[in-house]
C-alpha cells in the first residue's frame, strides 16, 4: 500500500483527531508544559535571548527562504537535482501548511503558555475546545496549531523528491527539524505539547493529500 493511499491520508487525519481528544480530557500539557516553567526563574528559554532566537526562529525562516527560492531555481533552470514537479510540489507543502496552520490558529483562540496565569500571565488556562467560543470580552490567543514549526514540518515532504534509498531519511530530517523548532516554542512558553503533535500530523496529511495531486 503506497504511503499516501487514501487509508494513509484518513489514518494522519484521525491521529490529529485522537490528538485533540486525548490531550482535551488529559492534563498532560500542562504536566510538560510544567517541566519548563519555573516560578522565580521564568521560562527554561528567554524569549528574547539573542542567540536561541537566532538559532531556533529566525534561522529557521531564512533557510526556508533560500530553499524555496533554490526550488524556484530548479522549476526554471533544466538539469538541476530536482525537476519542475518535484519542486513545485515542494513549494505548495512549504507554502500551504503555515498558511493552513495560521487560518486555523485565528479560529480557536488558544492562549499560549506565557498568557496563563499557572505560568505568570492573567488569563485562565483553557483547552481548545473551552477556548473556541468568541465570549465577548475575553482575550483569545493564536497558539493552536503551531504555525512556526508547521514550516519546518512541511520538509517532511522531502519524501516525495528523495531517492527511493533515502526517502525515510527525507522524512525523519523533517520531523527532526519541526520538533527542534517545536520544543524551542514550548521551552520559551510559546507552545504546549498538543500544539506541536497536533502541528505534525496535520501538516502530513496536507503532503500526502498534495502528493495524489502532484502524482506522487
Known sequence: MPIN????????????????????KTPIDLRVQDRFYHPVRGWRIDAQAPMPRLIFYQGPKWVLVAFVLALVACMLVPGLPLDARQAGFLITCIVVAPITAWFIKRQTGVLYPCYVDRYGGTEPYRTLFESIPR??????GRGFPAAHCSGAFALMSLYFVMPPHLQWAGLAFGMATGWI????????????????????????????????????
Open 5 to 24: 493511499s487514501n487509508l494513509s491520508i484518513l489514518a494522519s487525519f484521525l491521529c490529529v483527531v485522537l490528538t485533540i481528544v486525548i490531550f482535551e
Open 135 to 140: 465570549v465577548p470580552g475575553r482575550v483569545r
Open 181 to 216: 523548532v517545536g520544543i524551542y516554542q514550548m521551552l520559551k512558553g510559546v507552545h504546549y505539547l498538543s500544539h506541536t503533535i497536533v502541528t505534525m500530523f496535520l501538516v502530513w496529511t496536507i503532503i500526502l493529500v498534495l502528493s495524489r495531486l502532484y502524482g506522487f
